[in-house]
Every structure is written in C-alpha cells, then in structure tokens.
C-alpha cells in the first residue's frame, strides 16, 4: 500500500510564492517517477513537473514555464514543487503523483494523493 500525503497550499496574491510538499510512504520501488499535476476548475488534469528516482527532471514547457522548481528529498520518498510568480490562473487542486516501475516487465503503477488546493486572487 502507497499513501501520497501533499502539504503547502493555501492562499496568495498575484506575484506571490508557495512551497508544496510530498511524502510517500509504504512499499515505494527503486525505480518511480514522482510528480505533481494540477486540476484548475472545469478542466482537466495536467502535468506540472515529474522527477524520476534518479533526479531527471521534466518540466511541462506550457505550464508556468520559469516559475516552478521540483525537486527530490535525500530520503528520495519527498518531493517539493516551488511555485514563484504566481497567476490567476494557476487556482487549482495540486496532486502528488508516483508511478512505479516494475523491473524488467514495463508495467507501471500510479499512486494519487488527495490533493493541496493553490489558490491565487489578483
């Protein structure tokens, strides 16, 4: 069993800056890909930032280019989202995500926190 526990949302003005926070715990494999995804009102979930266990990181060109940094804690079960700048339109429910990697089969299995709600007024 995988739990996804997100902290550091909260509310901010327009220019502003939050920090969130993620720790998994459980039967967490070697080799994952940890991430945070966003889901504005009405739309769809999508990708912010991903970071797999061995720090490559990929950023989502479209979505708050310059203005978020993911990062991974030494214990390698935390990861951070820090979220500069920020906009109207970056409101949204914030979700912690990791995809395990089982060895030498290809499957993968995704884990979902409850989600951190960013909410940024103008």
């Known amino acids: 069993q995988v739990q996804l526990v997100e902290s550091g949302g909260g509310f901010v003005q327009a220019g502003g800056s939050l920090a969130l926070s993620c720790a998994a715990s459980?039967?967490?494999?070697?080799?994952?890909?940890m991430g945070w995804y966003r889901q504005a009102p009405g739309k769809e979930r999508e990708l912010v930032a991903e970071?797999?266990?061995?720090?490559?990181?990929?950023y989502a060109e479209s979505i708050m280019k310059g203005r978020a940094t993911i990062s991974r804690g030494n214990d390698k079960n935390t990861i951070a989202l820090q979220l500069n700048s920020l906009k109207p339109e970056d409101t949204g429910l914030y979700y912690c995500n990791l995809i395990q990697l089982f060895p030498g089969s290809g499957r993968t299995r995704a884990h979902w926190g409850q989600g951190t709600q960013v909410t940024v007024s103008s």
């Open positions: 970071i797999d266990s061995n720090n490559v990181i990929n």
């Open positions: 459980g039967n967490i494999f070697a080799l994952n890909v």
